[in-house]
């Protein structure tokens, strides 16, 4: 462990800590806007800078290491600094709401009780169309963090975004200016799950009255493989309806990563032809809704039936990689010890 002194007080922190780590751990809260706890310390918008005694010029929190014996303000001249960081972020903030998502920046400059001075009056961009209809970038609201570029590289692994232009004509866009179809993007979301503003944002959300902080999440398992990755489905309240799904960071086996099947394949649920009640066949041929008691019932009698008639080997089960591990380790307890079956398949499998 480390010492240092932070706001005047004692603190530790463990050895090659990050300062907004330790910071946070000792109750202090540092606001961030570039940084994300999945990439690497990049010290980009200045949002965290801190005085650190020696120091010829404030320091980014979230790209400095503590060190023993080190000294850190985080209440002094940088309050200043972030609120006029801030308006100067604002003067060319000109939609900070173009799909719904939370926007990291007005929250802040609400909190710092900053406002846009002026606008800029180059603030307007070119604006971007792309032709996928899941994500869309506004660079209206994009403050050049660089997160959704750093998030394709380091966690994706992909080269699908890139930064482009200078000044007030930079944008991120696809690499090459292509559609993000026509690049190596798997439309997982990744990078518009990291952006801090919304600038990336669920396409299909675009110009609804559908606030993010306003639905309902209700945590669940990706249903579509057997990584089962972990999700908030965000059911609007009004509708009842599922309008979008996240993830967070500290959710296992995913850690807030989705690939497009997880993310934005979520509209079968309200599907009109969706099965949401057992169908039992009757003795007209055709197909009646039935409880599941009724219908475990009549499964149970045509497994015990084709038992009677032709042996134990004859019914065989199909398992399925969309279940979990744990119904597929029932439906195989099912198979050998309650029927005496080794004939266990999953429809993935081949
Ligand atoms: S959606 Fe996923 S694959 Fe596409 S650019 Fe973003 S991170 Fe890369
Ligand atoms: S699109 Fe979002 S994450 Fe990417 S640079 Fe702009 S604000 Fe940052
Ligand atoms: S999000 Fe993708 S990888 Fe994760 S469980 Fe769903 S289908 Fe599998
Ligand atoms: S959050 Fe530290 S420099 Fe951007």
């Excluded at 751990?25 to 690497?40: A, S």
């Excluded at 970038?137 to 403050?143: F, H, K, T, V």
């Excluded at 866009?173 to 518009?192: A, F």
């Excluded at 015990?304 to 032709?310: D, F, Q, S, Y």
């Amino acid at each position: 462990m480390v010492e240092f002194t932070l706001d005047g007080r004692p603190a530790t922190a463990s050895e090659g800590e990050l300062l907004v780590h330790a910071a946070a751990r000792q109750g202090v809260f540092i606001p961030t806007l570039c940084h994300d706890d999945k990439l690497e310390p990049y010290g980009g918008c200045r949002m965290c800078v801190v005085d650190v005694e020696g120091a010829p010029r404030p320091m980014p929190a979230c790209a400095t290491r503590v060190a023993p014996g080190m000294v850190v303000s985080t209440n002094g001249s940088t309050t200043d600094f972030r609120r006029t960081l801030t308006e100067m972020l604002l003067t060319e903030h000109l939609d900070p709401n173009p799909g719904g998502r939370p926007n990291e920046l007005t929250d802040l400059a609400q909190e710092l009780g900053a406002e846009a001075p002026f606008i800029l009056p180059d603030a307007k961009r070119e604006p971007y169309e792309d032709r996928n209809k899941l994500m869309g970038y506004e660079p209206d609201s994009c403050i050049l963090c660089n997160r959704c570029v750093r998030y394709t590289q380091e966690v994706m692994q992909c080269s699908a975004l890139s930064l482009e232009g200078r000044g007030g004509e930079a944008r991120i866009v696809p690499t090459w200016g292509k559609s993000w179809l026509d690049t190596e993007c798997e439309l997982c979301g990744g990078c518009l799950s990291v952006c801090p503003t919304g600038a990336l944002h669920e396409k299909f959300l675009t110009g609804a009255d559908v606030e993010e902080s306003a639905l309902t999440k209700v945590k669940t398992t990706c249903t579509f493989c057997g990584v089962g990755c972990q999700l908030d489905l965000n059911v609007d309240p009004a509708t009842d309806r599922i309008v979008k799904v996240t993830s967070e960071p500290h959710y296992v086996s995913n850690e807030g990563n989705l690939c497009v099947k997880g993310r934005f394949s979520f509209n079968f649920v309200h599907h009109p032809d969706r099965l949401t009640e057992p169908l039992v066949r009757g003795e007209d041929g055709e197909l009646h809704p039935a409880t599941w008691e009724q219908a475990l019932q009549v499964a149970a009698d045509g497994i015990k039936g084709v038992i009677a008639r032709h042996g134990t080997q004859a019914v065989g089960f199909l398992a399925s990689a969309r279940l979990t591990n744990e119904e597929n380790y029932l439906i195989q307890k099912l198979a050998r010890n309650g029927v005496g079956t080794n004939s266990v398949h999953s429809c993935e499998a081949t």
